[in-house]
């Protein structure tokens, strides 16, 4: 699969992304930030702690396409490899 190259735009503030996902702040992983990454399309990279806070999150994301949310895309995997390795959360292999 090809991509373009990682732009990575504003870290968003967590207290309004709750807001949007119906969870706790404390549900949003402390050392890393929301942020929007795009490798042609702009997604909304959100840590979140645990497998149950994932599951439990009710989006409202993508409205205006009649769906809910759009988290299986290559565009936003690719978005997020480039994330987590940006942050040190995966390491190049050697």
């Known amino acids: 699969m090809n991509q373009c190259n990682p732009e990575f735009y504003e870290i968003l503030d967590k207290k309004e992304i709750v807001n949007t996902l119906n969870i706790d702040l404390d549900e949003i992983m402390d050392d890393l930030s929301i942020q929007i990454v795009s490798t042609g399309l702009k997604d909304i990279l959100i840590p979140i702690k645990s497998l149950k ?6 989006p409202n994301f993508a409205p205006l396409y009649d769906i809910p949310e759009e988290a299986a895309t290559g565009t936003s995997n690719g978005a997020l490899s480039c994330y987590l390795y940006k942050y040190g959360c995966v390491l190049e292999k050697n």
């Open 53 to 58: 806070a994932l599951c439990d999150i009710k």
